[in-house]
């Protein structure tokens, strides 16, 4: 049976998720950007917090740790890498290991970039991942501690799970990376629709997260930085896709 997933928004554009299984009664939180959202989310389900789960350090994402396992003890999953600057860790987690929850293997992929030790969590049985600030809906986060080469490494990984793979990322930024995306592809008829459907998502003040990655890899310009128009758009013909990535994320900051 697949986990059951509910997104919670958090402060003024994070989200956090809850991840339940159903059969073993385990829920795990992915992120903590406020307490509060959590722990109501968990009281209207009549979950039991078994897991919490840190993409990276930032404090958006962790914020509201030490109120919720005050409310709701858990486990707490993170990097080893970053340890050193992540709470408290009950179990920690390196690039290429896995573990179990809630009956489910869940893999750590390392996608280093936004921050170093930046890691995602992957249930292929659930075909779900959780992002954080590496992949985003119609965006990535910003390299701030990494290089472009380490985000694009990270970015390709993702890339490569099952299309049908939800993407669980961690802002509510989508509609103005829509705005940026169609600067540097627009002649992109699914990106054209997609900004529609974002658009008109928050204008009823609706959630755009989580997304699909069939829905990233054709309308996502992070993921699409081999493609031929894309590259033409940017002066670019036949670049390594790694430098028109860091191209593409150079003009993202300066949008």
């Not at 050193?84 to 280093?112: K, M, N, Q, T, Y």
């Not at 670019?236 to 994320?249: L, Q, W």
Request: net charge negative.
């Amino acid at each position: 049976m697949a986990l059951q997933l509910l997104t919670i928004p958090c402060l003024s554009d994070n989200y956090a998720y809850l991840l339940h299984d159903p059969a073993s009664g385990e829920t795990a939180a992915v992120d903590v950007p406020e307490a509060g959202p959590m722990i109501k989310a968990l009281e209207n389900k009549g979950w039991t917090l078994s897991h919490i789960l840190l993409t990276h350090h930032h404090w958006d994402h962790i914020e509201g740790l030490e109120k919720l396992l005050a409310a709701a003890p858990a486990q707490v999953v993170g990097a080893m890498a970053d340890a050193g600057r992540l709470p408290p860790l009950d179990i920690a987690v390196s690039e290429g290991e896995s573990f179990i929850f809630g009956g489910e293997e869940c893999h750590v992929i390392d996608v280093s970039g936004h921050t170093v030790g930046h890691v995602a969590y992957h249930f292929p049985l659930s075909k779900i991942v959780l992002t954080g600030d590496s992949l985003m809906a119609l965006g990535c986060g910003r390299v701030f501690e990494g290089t472009f080469p380490q985000m694009w490494a990270s970015l390709c990984k993702l890339a490569a799970l099952p299309e049908d793979t939800i993407v669980c990322s961690g802002h509510e930024y989508t509609q103005a990376n829509a705005k940026f995306a169609l600067t540097v592809d627009p002649g992109n008829l699914a990106l054209i629709s997609r900004a529609k459907t974002v658009d008109a998502a928050r204008a009823k003040g609706l959630p755009t997260v989580p997304s699909t990655l069939k829905e990233e890899l054709e309308t996502n310009p992070f993921l699409r930085a081999g493609n031929a128009k894309i590259q033409a758009n940017l002066g670019m013909s036949g670049a390594d896709p790694g430098e028109v990535f860091a191209e593409i994320r150079r003009r993202k900051d300066r949008f």
